[in-house]
């Protein structure tokens, strides 16, 4: 054994030292893994699935670390064209609530129903009928939210479109995408940003 070690020790310390290279790039691989799951944002906007209540609207914080909300925002079609409306502070009376707040790791925010919604949307925009919409032809609601993760100076976005109706006078919604899209760099980001976020 000796001998086989003393006769092959250049190839062995060969082998050994491409095994030490292959534990270090796995090592730097988990470690820069790692730094990227701290420094991504990941929000998830969602609504409620009740088929005996009005749909409701939440945002789930699933980012390592917490996240500022710095401003929601609503997007319809409507007549043709997008309308866009910030809906971060409260528009009426009976709105009592901002979104502007931080969120935890894993801390979920509800909006309220999108019927509310509507109604923060309605108070720049115009009242929008929805006794029309049916599930096959509803209108497209778009909710952004625009802030801060951590300790990034950059803001990022997130948004999900739905679809709302009318199911025996009641407003559903439902996702007409599958995830919320994410906007943590890049061109994208910062056209989503700079066209959904308002200076507070």
Request: glycine content about 8%; proline content about 3%; aromatic content about 6%.
């Amino acid at each position: 054994m000796l001998d086989f070690i003393s006769n092959n020790s250049s190839a062995i310390s060969a082998v050994a030292n491409v095994i030490m290279v292959m534990v270090w790039v796995v090592y730097l691989q988990l470690m820069l893994n790692g730094i990227i799951r701290q420094r991504r944002s990941s929000l998830i906007i969602s609504s409620s699935l009740k088929s005996d209540a009005a749909a409701r609207c939440f945002i789930s914080n699933m980012s390592e670390g917490s996240f500022h909300i710095q401003n929601l925002t609503a997007r319809v079609h409507r007549d043709g064209e997008d309308q866009l409306s910030d809906i971060t502070e409260p528009a009426a009376d009976n709105h009592s609530r901002s979104f502007q707040t931080p969120l935890s790791h894993g801390e979920a925010l509800e909006l309220g129903s999108f019927e509310e919604l509507l109604e923060r949307f309605s108070v720049h925009r115009g009242e929008i009928g929805t006794s029309g919409l049916t599930r096959e032809n509803p209108l497209e609601f778009h909710v952004t939210v625009v802030g801060i993760h951590g300790p990034s100076r950059k803001p990022v976005a997130a948004r999900r479109r739905f679809g709302l109706y009318r199911d025996n006078g009641t407003l559903r919604a439902c996702g007409m995408t599958r995830e919320t899209e994410q906007f943590r760099w890049g061109p994208r980001r910062r056209r989503i940003v700079e066209a959904n976020q308002v200076i507070n």
